[in-house]
């Protein structure tokens, strides 16, 4: 089965509400949601969310990532610490249009703290509208692989 139309999603404790309303935002898109991130305030830590969704998007459970922390910076260098990801912490929906049609990202990142839930929102539905521009792009990319 493919998986390209399953998300895997992972957030720490800052950013639990904001995920189940992406979530259910994506459920609505018509992804599958695979929860990967903690559903309470009790402090974790999002380095361990960040690499449960780079492995499910590694083992090919899931083709898409999306992560939500304070900020959204802190899980996405985590989850740039894996080859395979390309994770881009977003602030606009421009960003994330720009984040899949330049960068071919397969992971959204998004902060609880700075990106307000409707904007937040926003960007999601761009990132998911969005598709790669290969033959601009794809060069960049590559190079991006062979670091
Ligand atoms: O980049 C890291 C994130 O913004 C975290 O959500 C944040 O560092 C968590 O901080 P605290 O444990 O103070 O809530």
Redesign the pocket.
């Known amino acids: 089965m493919s998986n390209s139309k399953v998300v895997a999603m992972g957030n720490?404790?800052?950013?639990h509400d904001l995920k189940f309303i992406l979530k259910a935002d994506l459920e609505e898109m018509g992804y599958t949601v695979i929860n990967f991130g903690c559903d309470s305030s009790d402090?974790v830590d999002?380095p361990d969310y960040a690499r449960k969704v780079a492995k499910a998007i590694i083992d090919g459970e899931a083709a898409w990532g999306v992560l939500v922390?304070?900020?959204g910076?802190?899980?996405s260098i985590a989850a740039n610490r894996y080859k395979e990801i390309r994770a881009t912490p977003v602030h606009d929906s421009l960003g994330a249009r720009l984040a899949r049609e330049h960068n071919n990202a397969n992971v959204l990142c998004l902060?609880a703290?700075t990106t307000g839930t409707w904007v937040a929102r926003d960007c999601l539905k761009a990132f998911f509208a969005t598709d790669f521009i290969a033959d601009v792009h794809g060069f960049r990319v590559d190079m991006l692989k062979s670091m």
């Open positions: 720490d404790h800052v950013a402090a999002y922390c304070g900020s910076l802190g899980i902060g703290q």
